[in-house]
């Protein structure tokens, strides 16, 4: 099988296989924790609403017309959000040591919020797309973009929070 000592014995480490429903326990195991529900489901209910909101009061484009007028509003998006990305990774390594694996599912949460947010904003500012799709797009920035300023903002606090209770 591997390599083996002078006396027989085996020296190689054995393989460890993860299956897909303990990689499930973990997932469900870290995200019932308070951190997740600070770090995690917040901004998840906070996009969801942004998204519902922006879905009912988005603007109204003529087909005839360009999307001209929304271009500073996507371009100023797109770079929020990539700002945020980048807070939310300073952030997350100020989380404890012992939270692994609930900062892996709110970097996987909030990768998910910033690129969907960031994709729509930049593929808004293409000047041709039909006035329906701008519909669409605005709602995911919004979404994508309130998702990532909860993220950043749940775990400020969380970090905040489990620092002072360490004091």
């Known amino acids: 099988m591997g390599e083996e000592t002078e006396d027989g014995g085996d020296v190689t480490p054995p393989v460890v296989r993860v299956r897909w429903w303990d990689r499930l326990s973990v997932t469900a195991a870290?995200?019932?924790?308070?951190?997740?529900?600070?770090?995690?489901w917040t901004p998840l209910v906070g996009a969801l609403g942004a998204g519902v909101l922006s879905a009912l009061f988005a603007p109204?484009?003529?087909?005839?017309?360009?999307?001209?007028?929304?271009?500073?509003?996507?371009?100023?998006?797109?770079?929020?959000?990539?700002a945020l990305l980048i807070a939310l990774a300073v952030e997350a390594?100020?989380?404890?040591?012992?939270?692994?694996?609930?900062?892996?599912?709110?970097?996987?949460?909030?990768?998910?919020?910033?690129?969907?947010?960031?994709?729509?904003?930049?593929?808004?500012?293409?000047?041709?797309?039909?006035?329906?799709?701008?519909?669409?797009?605005f709602v995911l920035t919004m979404a994508g973009g309130a998702g990532a300023l909860l993220s950043v903002l749940a775990v400020a606090y969380y970090v905040a929070e489990s620092q002072l209770d360490v004091v």
Do not use: Q
């Not at 109204?60 to 990539?82: E, N, V």
């Open 93 to 137: 390594g100020w989380l404890g040591v012992t939270e692994t694996n609930v900062r892996r599912r709110i970097v996987g949460g909030t990768v998910l919020y910033v690129a969907v947010g960031a994709v729509a904003a930049v593929l808004a500012l293409i000047p041709t797309l039909s006035s329906n799709t701008y519909r669409v797009l």
């Open 60 to 82: 109204k484009i003529d087909p005839g017309k360009s999307a001209g007028d929304f271009a500073p509003l996507f371009a100023t998006a797109a770079g929020l959000i990539g």
């Open 30 to 40: 870290a995200l019932s924790t308070r951190a997740a529900a600070v770090c995690f």
